[in-house]
């Protein structure tokens, strides 16, 4: 079975299917629509095998469809019938979920990302949880307002690594997490990883979207140690590197 998995993020939509050896991307933003969006797809996809879709959504999704309108692109994704649109089955997630099921190894992990907001999900024994963390109170606002992009650029680069340090400290306890991935653009900002945390990869989308037609890849992991809070010398020079390349084999 060959997949198709698209990656529909606020400034490119990026394609990988597999058996093919790199990605391929366009430009979303504001004024992208559903139907833009499948019909840049099937313009870059022309020249490739697909039987199935697989689709990160950059929002809330419920049963398979979005539930929430995003909040960089156009509007008229929650009642757009994907589907019909491909002409294939399709499975659609929340981009962050998507990200952590390619970023998982084992036990209990949780998925951060650090970009224009803060996207979360858990995956619990390879069982993908979505989650909405970004809204949760934090001081006198929300995670979100702290450690998204309003929060890098209202309270500069050293205040704003303190809080993802303090946020991720608090996480590992209150979820009793076995395993932390920060992901999104600006991971790349902090000079070292929170303890306990490691950083991931743009790449490990496309990992997950080949994931989510082969359940069986995540499935029977053994649940690790708890994290000890041990201070580590990581950062994002150190992270794991996940390429298109390596994306190819988990799908083959």
Same mark, same amino acid.
């Not at 509007?75 to 979920?97: C, E, H, I, S, T």
């Given at each position: 079975?060959?997949?198709?998995? $698209?990656? $529909?993020?606020?400034?490119?939509?990026?394609?990988?299917?597999?058996?093919?050896? @790199?990605?391929?991307?366009?430009?979303?933003?504001?004024?992208?629509?559903? @139907? *833009?969006?499948?019909?840049?797809? +099937? @313009?870059?996809?022309?020249?490739?095998?697909?039987?199935?879709?697989? $689709?990160?959504?950059?929002?809330?999704?419920?049963?398979?469809?979005?539930?929430?309108?995003?909040?960089?692109?156009? +509007?008229?994704?929650?009642?757009?019938?994907?589907?019909? /649109?491909?002409? *294939?089955? !399709?499975?659609? %997630?929340?981009?962050?979920?998507?990200?952590?099921?390619?970023?998982?190894?084992?036990?209990?992990?949780?998925?951060?990302?650090?970009?224009?907001?803060?996207?979360?999900?858990? !995956?619990?024994?390879? %069982?993908?949880?979505?989650?909405?963390?970004?809204?949760?109170?934090? *001081?006198?606002?929300?995670?979100?307002?702290?450690?998204?992009?309003?929060?890098?650029?209202?309270?500069?680069?050293?205040?704003?690594?303190?809080?993802?340090?303090?946020?991720?400290?608090?996480?590992?306890? /209150?979820?009793?997490?076995?395993?932390?991935?920060?992901?999104?653009?600006?991971? =790349?900002?902090?000079?070292?990883?929170?303890?306990?945390?490691? /950083?991931?990869?743009?790449?490990?989308?496309? $990992?997950?979207?080949? *994931?989510?037609?082969?359940? =069986?890849?995540?499935?029977?992991?053994?649940?690790?140690?708890?994290?000890?809070?041990?201070?580590?010398?990581?950062?994002?020079?150190?992270?794991?590197?996940?390429?298109? =390349? =390596?994306?190819?084999?988990?799908?083959?």
């Amino acid at each position: 079975m060959n997949v198709l998995v $698209i990656d $529909i993020g606020g400034t490119h939509v990026k394609i990988l299917a597999t058996g093919q050896k @790199e990605r391929r991307e366009f430009e979303s933003g504001p004024a992208l629509t559903p @139907e *833009r969006m499948v019909a840049g797809v +099937k @313009e870059l996809a022309k020249d490739w095998k697909y039987d199935v879709v697989a $689709i990160g959504y950059p929002g809330r999704v419920r049963y398979n469809r979005p539930s929430a309108e995003p909040r960089n692109l156009a +509007k008229g994704w929650v009642d757009f019938d994907f589907k019909a /649109a491909f002409k *294939r089955p !399709v499975k659609l %997630v929340n981009d962050a979920a998507m990200q952590a099921l390619g970023s998982y190894r084992e036990g209990t992990m949780l998925f951060a990302g650090l970009g224009t907001g803060f996207g979360a999900a858990m !995956v619990v024994d390879g %069982v993908v949880v979505p989650m909405e963390l970004g809204i949760m109170f934090y *001081r006198d606002g929300t995670f979100e307002d702290y450690l998204g992009l309003r929060g890098l650029q209202r309270f500069g680069k050293k205040k704003w690594r303190k809080h993802v340090e303090q946020v991720m400290e608090h996480l590992v306890h /209150a979820l009793r997490l076995d395993d932390v991935v920060l992901g999104g653009g600006n991971v =790349k900002k902090l000079d070292t990883l929170p303890a306990g945390c490691r /950083a991931g990869d743009n790449a490990n989308a496309f $990992i997950g979207g080949f *994931r989510l037609w082969d359940p =069986k890849s995540t499935q029977g992991a053994r649940p690790s140690t708890t994290l000890s809070l041990v201070p580590k010398k990581s950062g994002p020079t150190q992270k794991t590197q996940r390429s298109a =390349k =390596k994306a190819r084999k988990e799908a083959a």
